[in-house]
């Protein structure tokens, strides 16, 4: 059997939403020859013997310690036989079974290097890191800032303030973005060649947007392809049980994507700003966190 998708889960004390989202994988796929790889770092939950047992066609890798997300992505990228790779959260849920749209639209656009569903929170809304621009100085203002939410009716406001979540593109229509969301994003697996494998500097976050930046740069296109849908709960795996270290993650990742690629386009004065905002935004939330049962890590997601 030739396989024309490869789907890869990293796993981390997710039993329960691991497999409720391997339920909808097998459900939901259809028309489509395709792999599942499961990818545990080091669970104490038992969720590598919930998969064995329910799931006896997931192939698995079982690491002996948290290795992160990107590397643990990277073990099975190396391994997967598909002609296209579609990363997946553990606490995701397919809605539809629509995913073959996704791979029609790459095979018929083979300049694309990566595209992404829309993904929804739990309330139904979409969740909007699943299409985004990068995060420049002012789009990172203005998403930090808060401006991006005000005057949201106003075309050009949310041109001017939106453009790290791209609200002046359409929700329900295809479009060319810059970057998606690592938790539903599929990927043409000969990218890798020219590309490479996801950056391991990233333990967790922004791990997806060095990539995207690596491909756009590549001559590779991305798309959001709004034709099938997925739940995203965010932040209810393994993020929560290592919450403020993993706030750590967030906000040194931003500064070291930042540094390696945007802060040559400023001078002096806008890179200290920028790096000055996103601690000041790091001190807060540890605060507010530490009155809060459930954590947030990036942004908050509805509920």
């Not at 690629?261 to 996103?278: D, T």
């Amino acid at each position: 059997m030739n396989i024309n998708l490869s789907i890869i889960i990293v796993n981390y004390n997710t039993k329960e939403l691991l497999k409720n989202c391997l339920e909808s994988v097998f459900q939901k796929i259809k028309n489509i020859d395709f792999e599942v790889w499961v990818v545990d770092n080091a669970s104490l939950d038992g969720s590598l013997e919930m998969v064995v047992k329910e799931f006896p066609k997931v192939k698995i890798i079982a690491n002996e310690d948290n290795v992160g997300f990107a590397k643990a992505n990277n073990q099975a990228l190396e391994k997967v036989n598909g002609k296209y790779v579609f990363l997946l959260n553990p606490d995701t849920i397919l809605l539809d079974d629509n995913l073959k749209k996704l791979i029609d639209f790459m095979e018929k656009h083979p300049k694309t290097g990566a595209c992404g569903p829309l993904v929804l929170n739990k309330d139904g809304s979409m969740q909007r890191q699943c299409r985004r621009g990068f995060p420049t100085f002012w789009n990172s203002f203005s998403y930090y800032s808060g401006l991006w939410k005000l005057f949201s009716q106003n075309q050009w406001w949310r041109k001017t303030f939106g453009g790290y979540f791209l609200l002046d593109k359409p929700d329900d229509q295809i479009c060319e973005v810059d970057q998606l969301s690592g938790a539903a994003m599929v990927v043409r697996k000969d990218l890798l060649k020219k590309v490479g494998l996801m950056c391991e500097d990233y333990v967790m976050y922004w791990d997806d947007t060095d990539w995207c930046f690596r491909m756009k740069k590549a001559g590779w296109k991305i798309y959001y392809v709004p034709l099938t849908k997925i739940t995203h709960y965010g932040g209810a795996g393994g993020a929560q049980l290592h919450a403020f270290k993993n706030l750590w993650y967030f906000h040194h990742g931003a500064c070291l994507f930042y540094k390696r690629y945007l802060a040559s386009n400023y001078f002096f004065l806008v890179n200290f700003l920028y790096y000055s905002g996103v601690w000041f935004a790091f001190g807060p939330k540890v605060l507010f966190n530490l009155f809060k049962k459930e954590k947030t890590i990036g942004s908050k997601k509805p509920s």
